[in-house]
């Protein structure tokens, strides 16, 4: 990839040429689209004037006209018939915000000859959206498909949610060199800040107010179109002061004019070509993804770290230099744009694992074999996980991992299906290939016995979590936040209830995305011909939807995951962590795995003199087993070996260590 082609990417197009309305004559919008497309600039301090002849109409996204009432008929009971017949969180909803999205439907029905185009997909977006759920989604036209609306720079908070300061953290190239990471916002379009956040948090999903917040901080200057509203003004004034070193605000208040511009990562990210049909099919209905972040994460990539998305790692903060105490060491992986591999330099102890899994969005085969790949190249002392900002992706990605960090039995996470007479049929066609045949008994039953949900039951075999066993063999912690969402939810359920180590979660708790999502095509799919059969949708609009419910396993049974999350042991971000690599936050995170207890247990395999044996550090006994029958019982001490002999017909042998009773490594050999 050359850079002028990332420069081109990156610079994408004028958001008001790209989607500014039909009725604008050419000339006009030419001129626009001269205005979008130069540098931005500083405007006079604290209150730049705008002219009456810049003010223009927010953009609609299809030519008025281009949707008749027959399509708009056809796009309302198809939305309807979803929603009300699978849709596993509508009781939830209905209950917690008093809101009920089927009757709003019914009523747009009534009132579509009364909207232009574009308000009849604001209407459907804001119906959506009210329901605070990211799993359940209004997807725009597919000539947005991809398309992000970004501002050339990126917002982050720390602080407390009571007393919140807003720092840019990344700057994209032809801004204004006093624009720079570190400065503070102090009002975006005349509004202060931390107002301006608030209320754009109202068009944003989110069950609890502190994701909400964290939601609305990220689209402040990164919004799908697809799947979310576009953004009313063609371009925004922030009001800013630097800092000096400590972060207290210098100088005088500033103000720049930033346009909005259109990017479109698919144009040089190689992931969005996936597999063959039958496969990829089949993978969408195992997924667990926040579809709108899912974009914006390529976007945030292809402005500030474009070479992650093809195959490229990007430069650490941290990396080859000292911050406090920290260095890193970067470990290649070739999928750049889902991890990032490092080993941490600690002052005063032994280097520390880094494992950034930005997404588990790459398939659970690859993903798994890249896992095992770079597992054994980290640094055996502690490992951090670090899942924030993750959006989600494929669920048996995320649940299979979790056995390769503790010696524990991974309990996957449950998943039920809202029990209505449309799911109980759905059960039954044979076109669903046996999608739904583990929960068909108990949906009929629930049914029938008025119940509210199927029984639940894992998406990912129980034997599949725990078929490969422990790979990194020392103490593990994890961090996510409030976008932590959907499969990111549902690792951190599985770290947390498995009892796999630490989690430390900044925000009260993960994003809180408790589901299995679908979208409609793959359910008009699986329904065509039969008498559930769905309408067809024009110009490429769509619906994701949860489809089926997530609760917690383990100690937590049956504890939901939706408007609730996974809480952890809370964490607020310094100025040091935004700007510095996120130097604190490790160094918190390194103080707890230092606490935790450390163990080893090495294996060297003799397959000529058919005997495995077993180096013991941190353990006082190791049990064998050989093909699943106990093998040999021995107290060790550190250095100790035992060895397991094996026959031409073994399979499989398993080494459990333990301390004091205590389960604290396991191995699972292969033999064949």
Known sequence: MTDKRFAAAQKGVPYDATILSPLVSPAKRSARGAMAAAPARRTKAPSAKLQAADAVPAAPFLAPGSLSNAERL???????????????????????????????????????????????????????????????????????????????????????????????????????????????LEYWNGVPIDRAVMRHSDEEIGGRPDSQRAWSVQSLTMRSLQYGPAPDELWVIVGYRTTDASGAPTGAARELRVPWQILDPSQIDTMFSEGPVAQRAKLRRTLAVNPAAAAVRQAKMLLFAPQSLVGEQAPAPLEGKATQGLTSTPIPTDITNTLRVQTLEVEGGPPIGYLRIWGFDTPPGQFIEELLKVIPKLPPAGLIIDVRANPGGYILAAELALQLFTPKRIEPTRFSVLATPFTRDMASLPSMGGELDPW????????????????????????????????????????????????????????????????????????????????????????????????????????????????????????????????????????????????????????????????????????????VTFTAQGLDRVDLYLDGHPASSTSVTDGKTVVVSFTASSKLVEAVGFKSEVVRQRRRIALR
């Not at 969402?485 to 408790?514: H, I, K, R």
């Not at 679908?518 to 067809?536: H, N």
């Not at 939901?560 to 995170?589: C, F, Q």
Request: hydrophobic share 40%; aromatic share 8%; charged share 20%.
């Open 440 to 611: 068909r008994e108990s949906l009929i039953a629930a049914v029938r016995n008025g119940e509210l949900y199927s029984q639940p039951i894992p998406i990912t075999s129980p034997a599949d979590c725990n078929a490969i066993g422990q790979l990194y063999p020392g103490p593990v912690v994890l961090v996510g936040d409030s976008t932590t969402y959907s499969a990111g939810d549902l690792f951190a359920a599985g770290f947390v209830d498995n009892d796999m180590g630490p989690f430390v979660c900044v925000g009260e708790a993960t994003g809180a995305g408790g589901a299995n999502v679908w979208k409609y095509t793959d359910l008009r799919s699986v329904l065509a011909d039969s008498g559930l059969a769905l309408p067809s949708l024009t110009a490429g609009i769509g619906l994701t939807i949860s489809f089926r419910r997530a609760t917690r396993a383990g100690p937590s049974e049956g504890l939901p995951i939706e408007d609730v999350g996974i809480a952890g042991t809370p964490y607020a971000m310094t100025r040091a962590d935004l700007l510095s690599g996120n130097v604190d936050l490790l160094k918190h995170l390194v103080a707890l795995l230092r606490q935790q207890k450390a163990s080893n247990l090495t294996s060297d395999v003799d397959r000529p003199g058919k005997k």
């Open 74 to 184: 056809r796009i309302l009971k198809g939305f309807e018939a979803v929603i009300e017949g699978v849709y596993t969180h509508l009781p939830l909803k209905r209950a917690r915000y008093g809101f009920d999205p089927v009757q709003r439907l019914r009523i747009l029905r009534t009132q579509i000859t009364l909207f232009d185009d574009d308000t009849f997909h604001k209407e459907l977006a804001a119906i959506l959206t009210e329901m605070r759920d990211a799993h359940t989604r209004y997807s725009g036209p597919i000539s947005l498909a991809h398309k992000v609306a970004a501002l050339p720079f990126f917002v982050e908070m720390i602080g407390s949610t009571a007393s919140p300061t807003y720092i840019v953290t990344k700057v994209a190239p032809g801004l204004d060199p006093q624009f720079k990471p570190g400065v503070v």
